[in-house]
């Protein structure tokens, strides 16, 4: 065989493993930049959606008398709570359990804000909210405002709320789980009762390494 064919064939040689190393490095590449799918946290009564759920669009009211939209609520975590400042059992216990979760969760994790949906616009004025949520912490926020728009807010986090009169007082009917929104204002998880705040600070931990991964990937 002549020199010039063995330097030809050496060249296809090549060229073929080349080709071959790009096509598989290619294929690595794409497989290591899907995202990971959701962690399963069922352990904690929390499901996490692999495509988070969009929150629908609001105008409603803050603690503050400010106006606040969907838009007010990205760039932070927020967990959201739909309930009312007269609750006579479960609102207060869920904000306690919010509340000692925000005690317990490691200081490298962002801050996370809580929010309460009030069922109870009526009397839930914004100076009342104001009271209520600043018992519980800086960091904790109420919205009010019109009816209907409440009830939109608050399926679009799975929950509902129902009123009814019992002896001439109004009792309002509520869900009683989290839902956890990311820092795009979405819906990114929901959490089931019974809450034990030691698993709700280490499910949010699990789900903000969950997001941030898939985000730097």
């Known amino acids: 065989m002549g020199r010039s064919i063995r330097i030809t064939l050496f060249v296809l040689l090549l060229l ?52 606040v939209t969907r ?29 000692r979760t925000d005690q317990l969760l490691p200081a490298e994790l962002p801050q996370p804000d809580y929010l309460l949906i009030t069922a109870d616009p009526e009397h839930d004025t914004p100076e009342k909210l104001k009271a209520y949520t600043g018992f519980f912490g800086e960091h904790f926020h109420g919205l009010t405002g019109d009816l209907d728009m409440l009830r939109a807010v608050a399926k679009s986090v799975s929950a509902v709320f129902v009123h009814r009169e019992v002896d001439g007082q109004l009792l309002v009917d509520h869900s009683g789980h989290f839902a956890l929104l990311n820092p795009r204002g979405e819906v990114q998880a929901l959490i089931q009762p019974p809450h ?14 969950w997001a941030d991964a898939n985000r730097k990937g």
């Open 16 to 67: 073929v493993v080349l080709v071959f190393g790009l096509s598989v490095g290619r294929q690595v590449f794409l497989v290591g930049s899907e995202p990971s799918p959701a962690p399963d946290l069922s352990q904690y009564n929390a499901y996490v959606y692999d495509q988070p759920r969009p929150l629908t669009e609001f105008t409603l009211t803050n603690e503050q008398g400010e106006t």
């Open 71 to 99: 838009e007010d609520l990205k760039g932070r975590w927020t967990f959201v709570f739909v309930g009312y400042t007269n609750c006579p059992d479960i609102c207060p216990a869920a904000m306690a359990n919010l509340r």
């Open 196 to 209: 034990k705040p030691a698993e709700l600070a280490k499910a949010f931990e699990r789900i903000y390494q």
